[in-house]
């Protein structure tokens, strides 16, 4: 069975450039959430989505933004790049369900790790 | 007041040793509690997870939850150096619009052989 695929792996960009970044969930689950990992902050959610729609969204500028595919594959966004957005962009994958039952454990992908200059 | 907390260490243990790593969460209608190893330069991988209040065993690791005191903590049976990493807890909500895993700051774990 496939884990959580994200590309690229490593990406370098400039300040005020712009940021794609993919994310193929495992097979069947429906639910990806997207994460920035910093030394200082570790790990901070940035939004979760469910059948192509964004139900919760952390706490970061309208710069990043996200959406999900009907296939259940997500990208995420980040314009007008900044120094402070350097991190690695880790994406998780869930079935999405009743607590008891595990089906709301993330799987993470090995993520995305992007370098601004 | 921090959602999910832990002590960042690090925290330095002999092989051999129980591990033991603490969490405290603000949110009293958090569903279900999670931990995960994070190796340096990896992603995080899950360790195991809980929802009732109690303790759940998998092999070397205890989960314990109690919701009343809102902790939740990890033991690590018979320690080994391949146990070194940062431990991540993390607290799944759902109620209203919150669909979302809060991760704390982790605890970074050393064993010593």
């Known amino acids: 069975k496939a884990g959580v695929t994200q590309t690229p792996r490593y990406l370098i960009k400039t300040r005020g450039q712009q940021v794609t970044l993919s994310c193929s969930p495992i097979s069947g689950h429906r639910s990806v959430s997207w994460y920035q990992q910093t030394p200082g902050q570790g790990l901070q959610f940035l939004f979760e989505y469910f059948s192509e729609t964004q139900r919760n969204k952390g706490n970061f500028p309208g710069r990043f933004s996200g959406r999900q595919f009907s296939n259940s594959r997500s990208e995420m966004n980040v314009s007008t790049l900044e120094l402070g957005d350097s991190a690695l962009y880790l994406c998780a994958s869930s079935l999405a369900g009743a607590a008891s039952s595990g089906a709301n454990v993330l799987t993470f992908g090995a993520g995305s790790r992007l370098t601004v200059l | 007041q921090k959602e999910v907390e832990q002590n960042s260490g690090p925290l330095s243990v002999p092989e051999g040793a129980i591990a033991s790593l603490n969490c405290t969460y603000s949110d009293r209608g958090s569903q279900s509690f999670f931990w995960y190893r994070q190796y340096s330069g990896k992603s995080p991988e899950l360790i195991m997870f809980i929802y009732s209040n109690g303790d759940k065993e998998d092999g070397r690791f205890t989960a314990q939850l109690n919701k009343a005191s809102q902790y939740v903590s990890l033991l690590i049976r018979d320690s080994q150096p391949s146990d070194s990493a940062t431990y991540l807890c993390?607290?799944?909500?759902?109620?209203?619009?919150?669909?979302?895993?809060?991760f704390g700051k982790g605890t970074l774990l050393t064993v010593n052989p």
């Open positions: 993390a607290v799944w909500n759902s109620g209203g619009s919150n669909y979302k895993l809060t």
